[in-house]
Nanobody, 127 residues
Framework: QVQLVESGGGVVQAGGSLRLSCAAS????????MAWFRQAPGKEREFVAA????????SYADSVKDRFTISKDNAKNTVWLQMNSLKSEDTAVYYC????????????????????WGQGTQVTVSS
């Protein structure tokens, strides 16, 4: 098991930026595929971005491509989501997720592919 704790959420104006952090403990972090998901009120949890365990491969949802960047530092047991040019539709609770499995990131974007989750952090973008 991996314990995940997100931070960095908040309220930001449209066009602004936020950086989310996810601190991991427990199972060897460096061997985990990591991802960010988000869930807006009344909507299903949706894929945002993922990064391979070595950090050499990333995948993004079309809605955030070219605006968001996922990165990780295995030495710090941390994964980040840099969010730029935020829009009101980015408002959601953002969740960090992990799995020990290795797969092609773009082919498995459903939340069922990840078995460890953080508690979430709220991001609100005001227009």
């Amino acid at each position: 098991q991996v314990q995940l704790v997100e931070s960095g959420g908040g309220v930001v104006q449209a066009g602004g930026s936020l950086r989310l952090s996810c601190a991991a403990s427990g199972r060897s972090f460096r061997s985990n595929t990591m991802a960010w998901f988000r869930q807006a009120p009344g909507k299903e949890r949706e894929f945002v971005a993922a990064i391979s365990w070595l950090g050499l491969s990333t995948s993004y949802a079309d809605s955030v491509k070219d605006r968001f960047t996922i990165s990780k530092d295995n030495a710090k047991n941390t994964v980040w989501l840099q969010m730029n040019s935020l829009k009101s539709e980015d408002t959601a609770v953002y969740y960090c997720a992990a799995t020990a499995e290795t797969f092609r990131l773009a082919t498995r974007t459903g939340p069922e592919n990840y078995d460890n989750w953080g508690q979430g952090t709220q991001v609100t973008v005001s227009s």
